[in-house]
């Protein structure tokens, strides 16, 4: 059986501090056992930096509109043509936030047209949902599709619902922390065909390293954390979540 490395299916790399150096961000991640990333954009100005991260061997890019850029609306034509030239693995990072001050409307419009695009085109999607629970699961019951909720740290009811609409949950910083009951009995419950890991770097903390510092190394410590949690080896745990990335995103170009 080939082992299979760490995969970091979340990370912004051309944000700061991680695009000051991205070169060395990138060695230490595959010194740590990460063999891929994917880099989701969240706004049509970096749709281009993250289709040249996605040229450096493994490395994967999504493109999207985050509903904190949703006031820029959405070209479709244009993203579709973007997510085929760059060889995009999903649209992401998309989806509704009620915690910030983007108008509603905007959020819907942009979130609605993305996934539309994602049905008729049959990639994957990321979403990212803060407050906004009931009015996503309206709209993914409306255009149904393939993806992963990103940055699970929610309780296990609210995960159910999003695995009986068919879609993976991905654990990130939260569950490395004691404190974060919530998200590790999620954890502890997902079934093991059904998550993946993610860092969300730089932005989201870990045990022992503040936000604005996490880097794609970290990853392994979601995976650690994972495995402890649920009382499975290690290796179970990487190869379990590997392979459910695989089967989302599809193996590395």
Not at 33 to 59: F, H, K, M
Not at 97 to 116: A, I
Not at 228 to 246: K, M, P
């Amino acid at each position: 059986m080939s082992m299979s490395g760490f995969f970091d299916t979340h990370c912004h790399l051309f944000m700061e501090p991680l695009s000051r150096d991205t070169g060395g961000a990138l060695e230490r991640a595959f010194s740590a056992g990460v063999e891929r990333l994917l880099v989701p954009a969240v706004s049509r100005d970096n749709w281009d930096t993250c289709a040249e991260l996605a040229l450096i061997p493994g490395i994967d890019c999504a493109l999207g509109v985050h509903p904190w850029w949703a006031e820029d609306g959405v070209e479709v034509e244009e993203l579709r043509e973007q997510l085929t030239s760059s060889g995009a693995r999903a649209i992401g990072e998309i989806g509704l936030d009620w915690k910030t001050e983007v108008p509603r409307q905007d959020q819907y419009t942009v979130f609605q047209k993305q996934l539309q695009l994602a049905s008729e085109i049959d990639l994957p999607v990321i979403l990212h949902c803060r407050n906004a629970f009931e009015e996503m699961f309206d709209l993914l019951k409306k255009h149904p599709v393939r993806g992963v909720i990103h940055a699970w740290s929610r309780d296990p009811q609210l995960m159910n619902r999003f695995l009986k609409a068919g879609l993976y949950i991905s654990f990130g910083g939260a569950i490395t922390r004691h404190n974060a009951k919530k998200a590790r009995e999620s954890a502890r419950q997902v079934p093991i065909n059904r998550f993946i890991l993610e860092t969300d770097s730089p932005s989201i903390g870990f045990s022992g390293v503040p936000a604005g510092e996490s880097e794609p190394r970290h990853v392994a410590d979601v995976a650690h954390a994972m495995a402890h949690i649920r009382g499975e080896d290690i290796e179970d745990t990487r190869n379990a979540a590997w392979n459910n990335s695989v089967a989302l995103f599809g193996e590395s170009s």
